[in-house]
């Protein structure tokens, strides 16, 4: 099932992988996600963003590593659901997901001037990738 890769993959990178029996990339996806969430503090911006300490939410994150992240996360759904199913087209399913990429780093760059910076940014990846997801569920 496709649309339960992609929802694990959205839940931690790398369960869609495991889910759909790629377990080296799977593993791989997850040490990566834990090591790039670790090292730019996303997780302490993202708890402290949704308790309304949104100025220092922006203080604590390190931005070299949330650059990067937006469009790991996207990959590794996109991996999870253009795998789950065989012979689906590359090209055109991955339009989304690409648009989903560009909305997340954005939504990173500009984070000191939208509100709730976290969930903002996080909307702007995950609505795409689910429009996505419905308009190419038979590709």
């Known amino acids: 099932m496709r649309v339960i890769s992609a929802l694990f993959s959205m839940l931690m990178p790398g369960f869609g992988q495991i889910y759909n029996r790629q377990f080296i990339k799977g593993i791989f996806f997850v040490?990566?996600?834990?090591?790039?969430?670790?090292?730019a503090n996303i997780n302490k911006a993202i708890h402290l963003d949704?308790?309304?300490?949104?100025?220092?939410?922006?203080?604590?994150?390190?931005?070299?590593?949330?650059?990067?992240?937006?469009?790991?996360?996207?990959y590794a759904v996109w991996d999870s659901w253009f795998y789950a199913k065989v012979g689906a087209n590359k090209t055109k399913t991955a339009i989304p997901f690409i648009i989903?990429?560009?909305l997340g780093e954005f939504g990173s760059i500009y984070a000191t001037k939208i509100p709730?910076?976290?969930?903002?940014?996080?909307?702007l990846m995950i609505i795409?990738?689910?429009i996505g997801m419905i308009v190419f569920?038979?590709?």
């Open 31 to 39: 040490i990566l996600e834990h090591y790039v969430n670790a090292s």
């Open 50 to 74: 949704f308790n309304g300490f949104h100025q220092q939410a922006l203080e604590a994150v390190i931005y070299d590593g949330l650059l990067f992240y937006p469009g790991f996360y996207v």
């Open 100 to 102: 989903s990429g560009f």
């Open 116 to 123: 709730i910076p976290s969930l903002t940014t996080g909307l």
């Open 128 to 130: 795409p990738m689910i």
């Open 137 to 139: 569920r038979k590709q």
